[in-house]
């Protein structure tokens, strides 16, 4: 039987040939993160059976905890993507400093920012978790590549993505022109569009935030949870359901999937830190995808994708999902 499924070999081929939005270099980056993000899936996939599970005992830039799968994702996109003569360099959250591609390989044009395994801590209790990852083109008019290259605002980006590892292993994807999703077919090994031209509704009654943390919220968080928790009988006129899987790659999938508002916002515990989330590889890659299939992302009072970064681990407080939720949270911010 003639297999007329779209792989994403296919689907990256037909936008650089057919739709001119991805030259061949860049079709051949994002077919090595997937080929990388396989792999990562096969490792997360065996668990106990394989001996990845657990702490590495080591910490990271952040100061978080490593699991032995966070450092075994870092290293294996690192490895997957050094060699192929498409990328100058690389950031990753789990580590300080950029990865400037060796010189004994050739150096490309473009710079993969990643966060190798988000929700880490959900590894041991078999709970959903995933790779995001973001494409910046290097600044030309300079040799080499430097630190300061990689702090463009997220509205630069020229692909972001996410590889969810979950009860499907699932890719989502943007170059610009919408958010396509492919099913990993694990006895081919192969990527298969299963959703593309995705679409967020406008509007939505499930809200996604770590309700443990209310009493440090800021002003138009509290409001903005209150009158959702006042229901049918309260402002909103209607009633709201929660969901908080702790796994951004998670929440941001059914986001995608069914519509619906993420919040992890700046709080009273750490005052001076904007916010808990990353804007260089979490918070601009789920931004884009977010507005590429019709919601927004702010960090309460700007677009995410137009902060200018100032350092590459910056933090930022996210707003992002179902679009006339987002306008509402932001209209409350603008308000104080
Ligand atoms: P909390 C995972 O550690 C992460 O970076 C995101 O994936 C997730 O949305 C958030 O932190 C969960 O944070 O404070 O609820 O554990």
């Not at 959900?122 to 300079?142: A, C, M, Q, W, Y």
């Not at 987002?326 to 209209?331: L, W």
Request: charged share 25%; hydrophobic share 40%.
């Amino acid at each position: 039987m003639v297999d007329h499924r779209i792989s994403l070999t296919r689907y990256l081929v037909e936008q650089q040939r057919v739709h001119g939005h991805i030259p061949s270099e860049l079709r051949l980056l994002l077919e090595v993160v997937a080929r990388a993000c396989k792999r990562i899936s096969f490792a997360v996939n065996k668990g106990d059976l394989g001996d990845a599970m657990g702490s590495a005992g080591s910490e990271n830039v952040q100061g978080e905890m490593q699991k032995k799968l966070d450092i075994i994702a870092n290293e294996t996109l690192i490895e997957a993507n050094e060699w192929g003569g498409h990328l100058a360099a690389m950031a990753s959250e789990e580590m300080e400093g950029i990865y400037i591609v060796p010189n004994r390989y050739p150096q490309g044009e473009y710079l993969l920012l990643f966060d190798p395994l988000d929700g880490s801590s959900n590894i041991d209790v078999n709970v959903s978790i995933g790779t995001i990852f973001s494409v910046l083109r290097k600044p030309e008019g300079h040799p080499g590549v430097q630190d300061a290259d990689f702090l463009q605002p997220g509205n630069r980006q020229v692909a972001a993505g996410y590889c969810v590892y979950g009860p499907q292993t699932t890719l989502v994807l943007t170059v610009g022109d919408g958010v396509a999703m492919f099913t990993l077919d694990r006895e081919q090994g192969s990527f298969i569009l299963t959703r593309e031209n995705v679409r967020i509704a406008e509007d939505t009654q499930e809200f996604a935030i770590n309700m443990s943390n209310m009493r440090h919220w800021d002003a138009p968080v509290r409001r903005y949870i209150d009158e959702c928790l006042a229901g049918a009988e309260g402002p909103r006129g209607k009633n709201f359901n929660m969901r908080w899987i702790a796994s951004m790659v998670a929440d941001v999938h059914r986001i995608l999937s069914r519509g619906g508002l993420f919040m992890y916002p700046w709080d009273k515990r750490e005052p001076h830190k904007p916010g808990k989330l990353r804007l260089m590889y979490e918070a601009n890659p789920m931004g884009w995808l977010i507005e590429q299939a019709g919601g927004a992302a702010t960090n309460g009072r700007q677009r995410i994708l137009d902060i200018q970064p100032g350092q590459l681990h910056e933090r930022v407080s996210v707003i992002l999902g179902s679009k006339n939720e987002v306008e509402r949270v932001t209209s409350y911010h603008s308000a104080t």
